[in-house]
């Protein structure tokens, strides 16, 4: 297998590099497929009505939907890594993502470390996962395997 030149390999990812991901607007249609995937059907997630008797303007979509739509618009993002393998998610929910909000991620090399594979190497990147407000509604690190100039 030969890599795209154009990713970024370990040695390549600078500690404090930072850039934007685009956006993605969170649809109840996202919502419902979510549940019907999962099965996590909460009545939070389904109904205004309940969302609203606890303080909310109507439905909150999944946090695992904010996060697995958070990892979409990384793998979309204008910078991308020679990616392997996710190895470890730490993750935060900070605030609601309701439906029709616009949500963006912001994404920081944050540190990284050698592994015994010559060949790979580990980058742990955070992430502030924003609305259109510009209000961190999820935030977190992924530890993310990566190719190294050894790899072929």
């Known amino acids: 297998m030969k890599l795209d030149a154009s990713l970024l390999r370990f040695e390549d990812a600078a500690i404090g590099l930072q850039f934007e991901t685009g956006g993605i607007v969170v649809t109840e249609a996202h919502i419902v497929a979510f549940a019907g995937l999962t099965g996590d059907f909460f009545d939070i997630h389904m109904d205004d009505d309940y969302a609203r008797a606890l303080g909310y303007p109507g439905r ?20 991308k890594f020679a990616a392997i393998v996710s ?5 935060s929910f900070a605030g609601p993502i309701l439906v029709n909000d616009r949500i963006a991620a912001r994404i920081t090399v944050l ?3 050698a592994t015994k594979n010559p060949a ?13 407000k510009d209000e961190v509604v999820q935030r977190g690190e992924n530890d993310l395997m990566v190719h190294t100039r050894a790899a072929p």
């Open 60 to 79: 909150v979509a999944h946090g695992l939907l904010g996060l697995a739509l958070c990892d979409g618009l990384k793998n979309r993002a204008p910078v």
């Open 111 to 113: 540190s990284k470390r």
């Open 120 to 132: 790979r190497g580990i980058i742990t990147l955070g992430f502030d996962l924003l609305n259109q």
């Open 87 to 91: 190895l470890n998610w730490r993750w």
